[in-house]
Each structure stands twice: as structure tokens, then as C-alpha cells.
């Protein structure tokens, strides 16, 4: 059994064979863009999410959590707004998100327990129903059902491009299809983040081995970027499995389907780390030589979310205390004497420090270096054979003046 990434296989879709998707502008967003969107399958497929971790949880999260405790192995679709989080709304935003499901599962012939929903937008303002009531009417007529890559545009807030990605895998029974899309662009930190994204797959994956391939992808995806530190009321990790191929995923299969369902999230949340809020590249940092996976990971996690890191890397200094200093207060014990530290990767990397130590280094090369988009970091801490990857980007005045004004 062998996967196949999505630039070797398929172009980068953001849904599945077998499934529809159809969008519209409804008016919730106040630009006339499009917001609102209706992925369905025509058959019942089997469903898994992850949520946020905040304790403030949105209304779609909290009836989403609900409905795959329900219906877990008999979902049919998902309806999905933007220009509105639904957040912080009370028992009107749980009566609105239930009967945004009622009307999207009408509109593809489902009962309502079949169908899922997710908003994003602004915290504390209730939906507004007679417009979402007309959106998803609207959502019926052929024109609605155009391009499946507006999907993907539907559901954006502050992103600058939409993220979709794709890819297959051969399995004993023949080749699946995983293709997604997501948005997210601020309020981006591990254990979930500011993000919407959803999975689609026409293979036939049990409901308990589909959450575990899902969470075993988020751990080394999503949970993997971080753009600003800050996690919101309603992130949401989605995906669906129709069956549509007749390609059945079991334990045998189960590792191959896990790949390629993590290569199709490790993409999704690169490409969301990439459009954050002002960036100007994509920062990839591997902490090596640590005693285990999670030590590896909070290095680079404290890395990747360090403000004065991200922006010198914005500001092209190869500022490399910083990255010390980051790492020195993550809470791991790290002797300091063992450290290696480079930007780049293979011949043309640069180190900075050698055990622990200074070493003499050209400046302007190690600000190219920086400069490059994705900008590599590669720390090793000399004490284990255990890595991890984390994903974030550079911090720029832009950032600042986006959520400065996001309400205004």
C-alpha cells in the first residue's frame, strides 16, 4: 500500500468523488462576498470531529458534538457560514444553529440529525435568520452548485486565499480519494485554533476508526502551527467518510489511510499558518535531538509563538538569542551546552551555534536565509533522538492594524 501526495496524484480539490458542494452571499458579510456553503453527500457517510478546547464554545460546536454522539455512523452533510461566529449568543444561538442544520438538511432531502454546522465570523452577534433562511433557499438553484473550489472561498474571514488539498492512497481494495478545505488566519494556536476545516474521503471507514485516523492527523497538523497563540470559541475539524468508491478501510488498511488523511491536514494547516494575519512567509521550526516527541514539540511550540522570534524573522536579523532565550523558558530541561542551532537545510545551511557556543557566521547570508519563504529553523538540544515539526509565520505591523480594526 503505498500514498501518494497530492501533487503526484490529484490536483489540490477540496472535495471528494461523491460529494456537492454549493454557495452562496446571503448578506451576512457586509462586503457581499460569499458566506455561506452546503457540502453534502447523496449517501449517509461516517463522521468524525475535534473541537476547541476553550472553555467558551461556540453554538455549532456545542450541537455538533452532540449530533456525532447521536449519528456518528449516519451524517449526510455540512452547512457552513462565514461574517458570524454564533458565539457567546445564549439559547438563541443553540435554537439558530439547530435550525440552520433543519433548513440545509432539507434542502438535500436528510433528516435534520444528519447534518452538521459550522460558522465563523464575529464573536457575540446573533445570526441573522432571515438572511441565512434565504441563503441556504438559495443554495438549491443550479447556479449555487458551480465551482466546488468556492467552497472553500465561502467560509474565509480575514484569509487572503483559500486552502484546499487533496490526495490518494492505495489500499488492498483499490485507491481512495481524502480532499479538504479550511480557513484560519489569526487566533491560531495548537490544541485547536481559530480554523474551520473540513475532510471528505469516498472511502468506507468505521466511526471509530475514522476519529482515531482524524486525531492521530490533527497531532501532527493542526496542533502543529501557530500564528498568534491566541485559540477561539469555535474551531472545528471535520471529516466524512461516503463510501462512495466501495474501497473499505480497515485495520490492515488503517496506517496507509491515517498517512494520507495527515499528509491532506499537514498541508491544510501549512497553508494556514502561511496566510496569517500579515505574514510575509511561512516559518517552519524542527526541534531535534530531544529526549522525546513532546519535549520537541513544546520547544518549538515556544518557539514558534515567541513575538520577539517572529518579529526578527519579519525583520530578516538573524537575532538568534531569541530562539535561545524561547527555548531556555519552555519549560523542558535543556542543557544549553549541547544546543546546536542552523537556518536552512542540507549544504546550504548556516549554524549559528555549536554546542551550545557561538560560532563566527556570515550576517547577510543568515538574513537571506531568513528571508526565504518557507524560513527553516532547525534547533537540535543533543540530548535524545526524538523531533517535531512546528509551522508559524513572521509577525508584521499588518497584523496589528487587522485586528486593530476587525470590528470598526
Same mark, same amino acid.
Given at each position: 500500500?503505498?500514498?501518494?501526495?497530492?501533487?503526484?496524484?490529484?490536483?489540490?480539490?477540496?472535495?471528494?468523488?461523491?460529494? #456537492?458542494?454549493?454557495?452562496?452571499?446571503?448578506?451576512?458579510?457586509?462586503?457581499?462576498?460569499?458566506?455561506?456553503?452546503?457540502?453534502?453527500?447523496?449517501?449517509?457517510?461516517?463522521?468524525?470531529?475535534?473541537?476547541?478546547?476553550?472553555?467558551?464554545?461556540?453554538?455549532?460546536?456545542?450541537?455538533?458534538?452532540?449530533?456525532?454522539?447521536?449519528?456518528?455512523?449516519?451524517?449526510?452533510?455540512?452547512?457552513?457560514?462565514?461574517?458570524?461566529?454564533?458565539?457567546?449568543?445564549?439559547? /438563541?444561538?443553540?435554537?439558530?444553529?439547530?435550525?440552520?442544520?433543519?433548513?440545509?438538511?432539507?434542502?438535500?432531502?436528510?433528516?435534520?440529525?444528519?447534518?452538521?454546522?459550522?460558522?465563523?465570523?464575529?464573536?457575540?452577534?446573533?445570526?441573522?435568520?432571515?438572511?441565512?433562511?434565504?441563503?441556504i433557499e438559495a443554495l438549491g438553484r443550479a447556479d449555487a452548485q458551480a465551482e466546488?473550489?468556492?467552497?472553500?472561498?465561502?467560509?474565509?474571514?480575514?484569509?487572503?486565499?483559500?486552502?484546499?488539498?487533496?490526495?490518494?492512497?492505495?489500499?488492498?481494495?483499490?485507491?481512495?480519494?481524502?480532499?479538504?478545505?479550511?480557513?484560519?488566519?489569526?487566533?491560531?494556536?495548537?490544541?485547536?485554533?481559530?480554523?474551520?476545516?473540513?475532510?471528505?474521503?469516498?472511502?468506507?471507514?468505521?466511526?471509530?476508526?475514522?476519529?482515531?485516523?482524524?486525531?492521530?492527523?490533527?497531532?501532527?497538523?493542526?496542533?502543529?502551527?501557530?500564528?498568534?497563540?491566541?485559540?477561539?470559541?469555535?474551531?472545528?475539524?471535520?471529516?466524512?467518510?461516503?463510501?462512495?468508491?466501495?474501497?473499505?478501510?480497515?485495520?490492515?488498511?488503517?496506517?496507509?489511510?491515517?498517512?494520507?488523511?495527515?499528509? +491532506?491536514?499537514?498541508?491544510?494547516?501549512?497553508?494556514?499558518?502561511?496566510?496569517?494575519?500579515?505574514?510575509?512567509?511561512? +516559518?517552519?521550526?524542527?526541534? /531535534?535531538?530531544?529526549?522525546?516527541?513532546?519535549?520537541?514539540? /513544546?520547544?518549538?511550540?515556544?518557539?514558534?509563538?515567541?513575538?520577539?522570534?517572529?518579529?526578527?524573522? #519579519?525583520?530578516?536579523?538573524?537575532?538568534?538569542?531569541?530562539?535561545?532565550?524561547?527555548?531556555?523558558?519552555?519549560?523542558?530541561?535543556?542543557?544549553?551546552?549541547?544546543?546546536?542551532?542552523?537556518?536552512?537545510?542540507?549544504?546550504?545551511?548556516?549554524?549559528?551555534?555549536?554546542?551550545?557556543?557561538?560560532?563566527?557566521?556570515? /550576517?547577510?547570508?543568515?538574513?537571506?536565509?531568513?528571508?526565504?519563504?518557507?524560513?527553516?529553523?532547525?534547533?537540535?538540544?543533543?540530548?535524545?533522538?526524538?523531533?517535531?515539526?512546528?509551522?508559524?509565520?513572521?509577525?508584521?505591523?499588518?497584523?496589528?492594524?487587522?485586528?486593530?480594526?476587525?470590528?470598526?
Open positions: 500500500m503505498t500514498t501518494l501526495p497530492a501533487s503526484q496524484k490529484l490536483a489540490a480539490r477540496p472535495l471528494a468523488p461523491g460529494f #456537492h458542494g454549493a454557495t452562496t452571499a446571503c448578506g451576512l458579510k457586509p462586503s457581499g462576498a460569499l458566506d455561506l456553503a452546503l457540502v453534502w453527500s447523496d449517501r449517509p457517510c461516517t463522521a468524525a470531529g475535534i473541537f476547541t478546547t476553550n472553555r467558551v464554545q461556540a453554538a455549532p460546536v456545542v450541537l455538533d458534538r452532540e449530533v456525532l454522539t447521536r449519528s456518528a455512523g449516519d451524517i449526510r452533510g455540512v452547512i457552513v457560514n462565514s461574517g458570524c461566529a454564533n458565539a457567546v449568543t445564549g439559547p /438563541r444561538g443553540l435554537e439558530d444553529a439547530r435550525r440552520m442544520g433543519e433548513l440545509a438538511a432539507a434542502r438535500v432531502g436528510a433528516a435534520p440529525a444528519q447534518m452538521l454546522v459550522m460558522s465563523t465570523g464575529v464573536i457575540g452577534v446573533h445570526l441573522d435568520m432571515t438572511k441565512l433562511a434565504a441563503g466546488p473550489d468556492l467552497v472553500a472561498r465561502a467560509v474565509m474571514t480575514t484569509d487572503t486565499r483559500p486552502k484546499t488539498a487533496s490526495a490518494s492512497v492505495a489500499l488492498r481494495g483499490g485507491t481512495v480519494t481524502i480532499a479538504g478545505f479550511a480557513k484560519g488566519a489569526g487566533m491560531i494556536h495548537p490544541n485547536m485554533a481559530t480554523m474551520l476545516a473540513l475532510v471528505t474521503t469516498d472511502a468506507t471507514v468505521d466511526p471509530a476508526l475514522l476519529d482515531r485516523a482524524l486525531r492521530a492527523a490533527a497531532d501532527r497538523s493542526f496542533n502543529r502551527i501557530s500564528v498568534d497563540g491566541d485559540m477561539s470559541t469555535n474551531d472545528t475539524l471535520m471529516v466524512l467518510a461516503s463510501g462512495s468508491s466501495g474501497v473499505a478501510v480497515g485495520e490492515a488498511e488503517s496506517a496507509a489511510f491515517a498517512a494520507a488523511l495527515t499528509d +491532506v491536514c499537514a498541508s491544510l494547516a501549512r497553508q494556514i499558518a502561511r496566510d496569517g494575519e500579515g505574514a510575509t512567509r511561512l +516559518v517552519e521550526i524542527v526541534v /531535534r535531538g530531544a529526549r522525546n516527541e513532546a519535549e520537541a514539540h /513544546r520547544v518549538a511550540d515556544t518557539i514558534g509563538l515567541s513575538p520577539l522570534v517572529k518579529t526578527a524573522i #519579519h525583520g530578516n536579523d538573524p537575532n538568534w538569542g531569541r530562539i535561545l532565550a524561547a527555548a531556555g523558558y519552555s519549560g523542558v530541561e535543556i542543557d544549553p551546552a549541547l544546543v546546536r542551532l542552523t537556518f536552512g537545510d542540507g549544504a546550504e545551511a548556516i549554524t549559528l551555534l555549536e554546542r551550545g557556543m557561538p560560532v563566527p557566521f556570515d /550576517r547577510d547570508a543568515a538574513s537571506k536565509m531568513l528571508a526565504r519563504d518557507p524560513s527553516l529553523i532547525r534547533l537540535d538540544l543533543g540530548q535524545g533522538d526524538a523531533s517535531a515539526t512546528v509551522w508559524t509565520c513572521d509577525f508584521s505591523a499588518e497584523y496589528v492594524r487587522v485586528n486593530a480594526e476587525y470590528t470598526t
